[in-house]
């Protein structure tokens, strides 16, 4: 190699120079300029760049829920592994800024291989995407790096061992990379990334694939070097680093999405016992002035009234008995609640019935209460707005136990057809992020409890079931 010193028996060579030696071995102890270490020191063999971009798409579809049942996702699958090679081995004579483009159409080919496959959106389909660019250069670099060693140090030349390198190298990285991407995803849920966030995961995925490789683009630069090992050293380096800046990046994301949602649901539980606070205090100045009315009433009799004066007073008393009568679960808290939705009801021209069981309630503290009625009656009620119809504006309550179970009901008439995802319906709103949390937190309340929620749409009626062991 050029100016190599002489080393004495006791020198100890460092990986590199016994690739350097095995350099002389081959040419005799010629002296090579860069382009004939490029020729000795081959490049990652194209297929293996593909089938590693693949391995990454596919470790990245295995995190959401695909588009396509079993079978006919592997027949996609296998033909975007045959077009991805196809177009890297057909490409790869390119050199320079052709290179370049060359790659950026692959990376596009994998893109549309995600958004293809997978049910997400544009936007989360390209931070899957650049996750798997970044991941199968590191996996390709490293397994290529590990095969020249040994090629160049000890003579394994040989197809069968190209192949078992390939599949232990690429296995044990995909399978590490797969477990600990995975424990910071909720599996199928969409990442609904926002544009700074997917910019900001661009601009390191480019930076770590540019000055991973600018060493093979130039051999002009402060980054670069004259000897092949060092650029691959470099190469593989920096697409370590990548992987861990890439997964530093999405589990600080996740996290701050986990405290967000935890953040809301605690803000809904908190709203729906304030809004039960102004509810009780309202009910008790309702109660005082019909306690007032019932004693108009029998001033009012005591004088002389004419018979229409007395149906009249008749009718006043009937409804204050109904009033009374309405909504007495046996419970306060759903007195409370339930009464202060009726009259919210009844001001929007929305037929509310109510049968529950209060005492059944009896073991639940009062927050999580408000959080169950309070948010399922909001669901409904806002929906029931909506409906044009007034005759068509129902909403039915009940609660009772069966079989050690407590089991409650929210039915309100629907007339749009809805998309589920995860037992939950999908928010027709604008940006999905902050909204649906109401769901949210009556399953997280019920699961307080052991409890599960079950939704469903059908013949006209939306329907939320709670059911929780007694």
């Known amino acids: 190699m050029r100016d190599r010193e002489r080393r004495t028996a006791a020198d100890q060579p460092s990986a590199n120079e016994c ?19 490029q020729i000795i020191l081959p490049d990652i063999p194209r297929f293996f760049t593909a089938l590693a971009e693949w391995l990454a798409c596919i470790l990245c579809l295995l995190e959401m829920k695909r588009r396509y049942s079993r079978w006919k996702m592997v027949s996609v699958s296998v ?24 790659m950026a159409a692959a990376v596009g080919m994998m893109y549309l291989f995600i958004f293809i496959c997978g049910e997400i959106n544009a936007k989360d389909a390209a931070y899957y995407c650049v996750r798997a660019f970044v991941m199968a250069e590191f996996a390709a670099s490293l397994e ?6 040994f090629v160049y140090t000890q003579g394994w030349d040989s197809t069968w061992i190209h192949v078992m390198w390939l599949i232990v190298i690429y296995g044990a990285l995909y399978a590490i990379m ?8 909720k599996s199928e849920e969409p990442l609904m990334v926002t544009n700074k966030e997917l910019v900001s995961y661009i601009i390191i995925g480019l930076a770590v694939f540019l000055i991973s490789n600018v060493g093979f683009v130039s051999w002009n630069t402060p980054f670069s070097s004259q000897y092949m090992p060092e650029v691959f050293n470099v190469r593989t380096l920096i697409d370590l680093g990548g992987v861990a800046i890439i997964y530093a990046y999405h589990v600080q994301r996740m996290e701050l999405r986990v405290r967000h949602e935890l953040e809301s649901v605690q803000s809904i539980l908190h709203n729906q016992y304030v809004q039960y606070k102004q509810s009780q205090e309202a009910m008790e100045i309702i109660e005082y002035k019909y306690h007032d009315l019932k004693h108009h009433i029998l001033a009012l009799r005591a004088e002389d009234n004419t018979q229409e004066r007395n149906a009249y007073l008749d009718k006043m008393e009937e409804e204050i008995q109904n009033y009374e009568a309405q909504n007495k679960t046996g419970n306060q808290v759903l007195d409370t609640l339930l009464t202060a939705k009726n009259l919210y009801c009844m001001k929007n021209n929305i037929s509310m ?28 009620i806002e929906y029931e707005k909506q409906i044009p119809d007034k005759e068509k504006r129902l909403i039915h309550v009940t609660a009772f136990s069966q079989k050690n179970f407590l089991i409650i009901r929210f039915e309100n008439y629907c007339e749009d057809s809805l998309a589920f995802d995860k037992n939950l319906p999908v928010t027709t709103k604008g940006d999905a992020r ?13 699961r307080k409890y052991g409890g599960e929620v079950d939704v469903s749409a059908q013949d006209n009626w939306f329907n939320l079931k709670i059911l929780i062991p007694m």
Not at 178 to 185: E, K, L, M, P, Y
Not at 354 to 360: E, K, N, R, S, T
């Open 19 to 37: 690739i350097y030696a095995g350099f002389d071995e081959v040419l005799g102890g010629f002296e090579m300029t860069p382009t004939e270490m």
């Open 144 to 149: 290529w790096q590990i095969d020249c060693y």
């Open 178 to 185: 797969g477990v600990i991407f995975h424990r910071s995803t």
């Open 79 to 102: 033909g975007a592994l045959v077009l991805q090679a196809a177009f890297l081995e057909f490409t790869g004579d390119m050199e320079g800024i052709w290179w370049m483009l060359c």
């Open 434 to 446: 902050f909204h649906g949390y109401g769901l949210k937190s009556i399953r997280y309340t019920v």
């Open 353 to 380: 019935t109510c049968v529950v069981d209060g005492p059944l309630f009896d073991f639940m503290d009062v927050m999580d209460i408000c959080s169950i009625f309070g948010n399922a009656l909001d669901n409904a």
